[in-house]
């Protein structure tokens, strides 16, 4: 007799109709079948998330996103088909199986086919979509490593499936490829200058009802309170004020920064420090992700 391999067992428990820690190139997800209703409102429960909030669903490669779209929009097309698999979003309207507990109660739905090996094993071998919202507890930074998802849900998940330290570090970039034109709702490792590039056309501020979706002003916070610098020279001069702070900047490589941010702030939490001065990378690429999280952390 053979032990069941990770994924296997994995898909035994999503079979089930539980839940799955899943790691993706962004952060881990919460992972359960997005068609079985009862385990998808288990993930609400667990994370204790408002019920209006809605859930992403991942799939195994970009043909799926018809058989989750009533319509796929141009946009849509064009970013799955150059993003995918990859830390990318998209907001489509829903095709009439997808489930109300999944959208919120909305019309659109969020795709989105994640690049990590072994959840692309299980994506494949599963066959459905996997509704996941990041596998942290409502309002705390999310988990980058197996080991954050363990601290955070403990027995709450059934499994986790350990694929290391998320390689990205921060959340998928979300397009509402719903309005004309397409917004970014939520910046990512996929800039808005590259998915303007892609789409040949600039795109629009985020407004509107897609917006007000859970994207609230403060999302990823840590215990610490944390504090903004524009420089090192005005990080130096708040750590004279806060002699007990933890200065975080690893601006010289936003690539490093993005990865790393999420574990630096649980540590700090763990390390019992109080203040962490963090300092903000450009308004340029990755930076706006990474100032957009902090900004978030330290509101
Ligand atoms: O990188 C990621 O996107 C990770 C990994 C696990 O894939 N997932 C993630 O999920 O960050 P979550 O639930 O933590 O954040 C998704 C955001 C939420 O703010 C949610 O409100 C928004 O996307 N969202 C999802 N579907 C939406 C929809 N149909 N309309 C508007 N906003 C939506
Ligand atoms: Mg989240």
Sequence with gaps: MT????????LEVLGAGGLVAIPTETVYGL????????AVRRIFAVKGRPADHPLI???ASAEQLGAWA???PAAAAVLADTCWPGPLTLLVPKAAHVLPVVTGGRETVGIRVPAHPLTTELLQRFGGGLAAPSANRFGRVSPTTAQHVRTDLGDLVD???DGGACPVGVESTIVDCTVEPPQILRPGAISAEQISHLLGRELAAASGPSRAAGMLASHYAPE?????????DEAAVLL???PDARVLDHTADLVAYAQRLYADLRQADLDGVPVVVAVLPR??????????RLRKAAH
């Design 3 to 10: 032990a069941a391999s990770p994924v296997e067992h994995a």
């Design 70 to 72: 009533s319509r796929v």
């Design 240 to 242: 004279a004020a806060h």
């Design 57 to 59: 669903v991942h799939v």
């Design 31 to 38: 992972a359960a079948d997005a068609s079985n209703e009862a």
């Design 224 to 232: 610490a309170t944390v504090l903004l610098a524009e420089s090192a």
């Design 159 to 161: 499994y986790v499936l």
């Design 283 to 292: 308004a340029e690429g990755l930076g706006h992700a990474i100032r957009d």
